[in-house]
């Protein structure tokens, strides 16, 4: 009888130690719970910061590639004001040229007069970056510079798809051509 007597109080402890064992099990989880509970908001807000930092950096680039594609767009528009009234203006080039081979000879006040105007009227041009073509007889065709006005048969071999004469020049404002050089082109 001992021995049943002995093994109740054992059972008894045993069951103790397992209610206390099954307590403090409870208690471990909803420690780790509530720790995680507590690192769940702290991570929660870390995610938002990082996510409105990712944010405030691609607007702050979107912004920035606003600024210089507007500054850029507005210096092409100011340029290509310019173009128009450049192209308008070569014209009267034109005819100040023709009327220097007039006056080339003669030796008055008039043509000296009309060279003082002509001069000025090229240095404003280049001002505004603005250059003749330089195209010669004998220069490769380049479509890229040149309007062939017509072909014609080529008086000597060496003249063949090269150009045979400038009727017309061609001009650069800066890189772009803005008036290409009519040429007669040898075949």
């Known amino acids: 009888m001992e021995n049943t007597v002995h093994q109740e109080p054992e059972l008894e402890k045993h069951d103790e130690n397992t209610a206390e064992g099954a307590e403090n099990q409870n208690?471990?989880?909803?420690?780790?719970?509530?720790?995680?509970?507590?690192?769940?908001?702290?991570?929660?807000?870390?995610d938002e910061l990082a996510e409105a930092?990712?944010?405030?950096?691609?607007?702050?680039?979107?912004?920035d590639n606003f600024r210089r594609r507007s500054a850029k767009e507005k210096l092409e528009m100011i340029l290509s004001a310019n173009e128009q009234l450049i192209k308008s203006l070569l014209h009267v080039m034109d005819d100040f040229e023709r009327a220097e081979k007039a006056f080339k000879?003669?030796?008055?006040?008039?043509?000296e007069g009309l060279l003082l105007i002509h001069n000025k009227f090229k240095k404003v041009l280049d001002q505004f970056n603005v250059k003749a073509m330089e195209v010669e007889k004998g220069f490769d065709f380049n479509t890229d510079l040149h309007e062939a006005i017509t072909q014609i048969?080529?008086?000597?071999?060496k003249l063949k798809g090269k150009v045979v004469d400038v009727v017309e020049k061609g001009y650069l404002l800066g890189e772009k051509v803005i008036r290409f050089a009519k040429v007669v082109v040898g075949s």
């Open 27 to 46: 208690t471990v989880p909803e420690a780790e719970e509530k720790k995680e509970t507590a690192i769940d908001p702290l991570k929660k807000l870390q």
């Open 53 to 63: 930092k990712d944010k405030y950096v691609r607007l702050y680039a979107e912004f």
């Open 105 to 111: 000879e003669k030796n008055d006040k008039e043509s």
């Open 153 to 157: 048969p080529a008086p000597e071999e």
